[in-house]
């Protein structure tokens, strides 16, 4: 049975830093790739980064890019989003999904296979 968890969500003020963890178990791919993804309501679900777990090759996009940072344990079974220097509009659900390796980047959610339940984090001004 596949499961993706996520935990680390939280509300923090502006400029404060939180860091999202993704743990997986059951997953039969021979080569992955993890997405972190996020969505306010009435908004589609965005990409914000990816890695691929086999050499770590990783993606952020533009819009967070030099705040967020994506890594995962030695392991390969963890997979982190550190967030730092976060904005109010930073504010959203945040999931993490795996799928097959391949589909390019930004991470597009038709993609990926399996998700996790989603972390809210909450950014004041």
């Known amino acids: 049975q596949v499961q993706l968890v996520e935990s680390g969500g939280g509300s923090v003020q502006a400029g404060g830093s939180l860091r999202l963890s993704c743990v997986a178990s059951?997953?039969?791919?021979?080569?992955?790739?993890i997405g972190w993804f996020r969505q306010t309501p009435g908004k589609e679900r965005e990409g914000v980064a990816g890695?691929?777990?086999?050499?770590?090759?990783?993606y952020v996009a533009d819009s967070v890019k030099g705040r967020f940072t994506i890594s995962q344990d030695n392991a390969k079974t963890t997979v982190y989003l550190q967030m730092n220097n976060l904005k109010p509009e930073d504010t959203a659900m945040y999931y993490c999904?795996?799928?097959?390796?391949?589909?390019?980047?930004?991470?597009?959610?038709?993609?990926?296979?399996?998700w996790g339940q989603g972390t809210q984090v909450t950014v004041s001004s």
């Open positions: 890695i691929w777990t086999g050499d770590g090759s990783s």
């Open positions: 059951g997953l039969t791919y021979t080569r992955k790739r």
């Open positions: 999904a795996a799928g097959p390796y391949g589909g390019g980047w930004p991470p597009r959610p038709t993609a990926f296979d399996y």
